[in-house]
């Protein structure tokens, strides 16, 4: 499970954790599974995927209320605000644009929310020293793979611009990483 690693992965410092889109599924079980390892948790969603009754089945799954902060990750103003009220020591990455055949009617909306929200995200980490960060790609960065299970190191392919867009997030983040 996706959560499980993340919280394995932040498990030994306790810290304040954002979580953009983390009112989302996969946002949402991990909220849960950082406040089990013993993290606070700040949620950053715009509530486009989502209910704000996710909040109170966390508290309920966890015993713990979850903060919660709503925006828009194209909002640089937004995470600004965010990050001068919280002292935010990691990210987890989830908000994003994620349907397939959306976005190969919408292209410029996918690149616009995913890609441009996610600079904004990174540039505001990066002015505020934040340097933790956990994105979540997907497995369309892989094309059309010839076998499965998909293991990483298989050649980089996409067929949407969904997949694009994850694509050049990761490239953007292997970029900043080199020069960091």
């Not at 904004?120 to 994105?135: E, I, P, S």
Request: negative net charge; proline residues 4%; charged residues 20%.
């Amino acid at each position: 499970c996706l959560g499980t690693k993340i919280a394995t992965v932040v498990k030994d410092n306790f810290m304040l954790v954002l979580v953009t889109g983390g009112a989302g599924y996969i946002g949402s079980h991990t909220c849960v599974l950082l406040q089990e390892a013993g993290h606070e948790v700040l949620v950053f969603d715009n509530l486009s995927n989502s209910h704000p009754e996710v909040f109170n089945r966390i508290t309920q799954i966890s015993g713990q209320p979850v903060a919660f902060s709503e925006g828009d990750i194209r909002d640089k103003a937004a995470l600004e605000r965010v990050f001068n009220q919280f002292d935010i020591d990691a990210v987890i990455h989830f908000a994003g644009l994620k349907v397939v055949g959306e976005s190969i009617s919408e292209p410029l909306r996918y690149y616009q929310n995913n890609v441009e929200g996610s600079l904004n995200l990174f540039d505001v980490m990066a002015a505020n020293g934040c340097k933790k960060l956990v994105f979540s790609s997907s497995a369309n960065v892989y094309g059309d793979p010839d076998s499965f299970p998909i293991k990483e190191d298989f050649p980089l392919s996409t067929f949407n611009p969904y997949g694009q867009s994850k694509l050049m997030i990761e490239n953007i983040l292997k970029d900043v990483g080199r020069a960091d």
